[in-house]
């Protein structure tokens, strides 16, 4: 209450002396000095004074409205106001510019991106439309002024502190004449609801964008899972049927096949199922899979490799090279009378490495021949690890058989399965 009553105060004794001062200098000039013109000037500055004290009254209820409360700071008509925004300073910037462009009435708008400020014009309005006093009001006597709005971003480690002036666009010595009914605080207090609202608008897309990707990650594994069941059964099932038909004709050779097994298995069985293997590993677990085949096929069969050292230990999803390896000794070498070799190659060009997996069995008159699940569950998984930055290509090697190439990157980001060893 003492805070109202001393600036309706204040506003009252400025505009006394200032209409005393011009009434003086009025009454005492040569034309009016020997008028009666007293006692119609105490009138004119009685009205302006009541006027006066109408117009710092309707402030004060205007900004009790706005801010729930009267305080110097809620009184004033310059408002400055510091907001913390937790993005990087760029980030902080376009919504802060944002927030002020969608301002009612803004004008102007001046953006320095480089700088991090923002300048703009407010039309103020006219909250209790215009006095039927006209004239006679001192509030209109210095035009109906703007606002403006000056907001500047200083980068912080991951933030941005915005710094808000809003004020008349008037030098301060008005402010001891006018008021701005609360207009100011109006355009400081809807600038940083909108700041925060973007914020938790922001953070809440963020959140909803975590969420999908979560779902999306264990829908990945789920489909990585299936489709990684739907390629280790089928070479298992082969191997224990042949080990069996030979315990009853070649227990020696059963004996062998059962201890490549052993050995493929120890390979195999430590990975998860969404984990990445290594080229290495996954030549170890194709070379115990190449004895397995020979012990079946013989002379038939016969295998190159030219892997450098240097790649064994690049990322490779488990089962992708051995499922080329089948398919080139299914559909390419053991429908050939005479067999065949499989030739195992790897290259590396710029941040990707090439595996190529080679035959010159039957090629694709025969090797087309097949349901062609293992071909099509290698893209998938491609796909779904690496997306576009991963590829097989499957073509003739010349003069026949097939060869198939997968090429991936050298270093495997963290996939949507789970990160590379």
């Known amino acids: 209450m003492i805070k109202s009553l001393f600036f309706v105060a204040r506003l009252v004794l400025a505009w006394f002396l200032a209409l005393l001062f011009v009434a003086l200098l009025v009454t005492n000039s040569e034309p009016l000095r020997d008028s009666d013109s007293g006692p119609m000037a105490t009138l004119l500055i009685f009205i302006a004074l009541m006027l006066v004290v109408t117009s710092a009254v309707s402030h004060l209820r205007r900004v009790r409205l706005i801010a729930g409360h009267i305080d110097s700071d809620t009184l004033g008509n310059r408002q400055r ?24 009435r803004t004008e102007d708008v001046e953006s320095a991106r480089d700088s991090l400020q923002v300048r703009a014009k407010v039309a103020r309005p006219i909250p209790y439309g215009r006095s039927a006093w006209g004239r006679l009001n001192p509030g209109t006597w210095f035009g109906h002024l703007r606002n403006q709005i000056y907001a500047t971003v200083t980068p912080g480690d991951g933030t941005g502190s915005v710094t808000l002036i809003c004020e008349p666009e008037a030098a301060a010595w008005s402010d001891w004449f006018r008021v701005d009914d609360g207009t100011n605080l109006e355009n400081a207090e809807a600038i940083t609801r909108a700041i925060t609202r973007r914020v938790a608008e922001k953070r809440r897309l963020e959140k909803l964008r975590a969420t999908q990707s979560e779902s999306e990650k264990e829908r990945t594994v789920a489909r990585l899972n299936l489709l990684h069941a739907q390629v280790e059964p089928h070479f298992l099932y082969n191997t224990l049927a042949s080990a069996q038909y030979l315990t009853r004709t070649d227990p020696v050779q059963a004996d062998h096949m059962l201890g490549h097994l052993i050995h493929y298995l120890r390979h195999a069985l430590p990975l998860t199922d969404d984990a990445l293997s290594t080229l290495g590993d996954e030549l170890e677990r194709t070379r115990a899979y190449l004895e397995i085949m020979r012990l079946r096929m013989g002379p038939r069969l016969s295998l190159q490799l030219d892997v450098p050292d240097a790649l064994r230990a690049v990322p490779l999803p488990p089962m992708m090279l051995q499922t080329l390896v089948e398919n080139a000794i299914k559909h390419g070498l053991e429908p050939k009378p005479g067999g065949g070799t499989v030739w195992i190659s790897a290259r590396r060009d710029d941040d990707a490495v090439a595996i190529t997996v080679a035959d010159d069995g039957r090629g694709f008159s025969d090797a087309s021949s097949g349901t062609g699940i293992g071909l099509k569950n290698v893209r998938e998984r491609l796909r779904l690890i690496y997306g576009a930055a991963a590829s097989l290509s499957v073509v003739s090697n010349a003069p026949e058989g097939v060869a198939s190439t997968i090429t991936v990157p050298v270093r495997a980001a963290s996939s949507q399965t789970g990160s590379a060893p």
């Open 81 to 104: 106001r510091r907001v913390e925004i937790p993005f990087e300073a760029d980030e902080a910037f376009d919504l802060l510019d944002a927030a002020i462009r969608e301002l009612p």
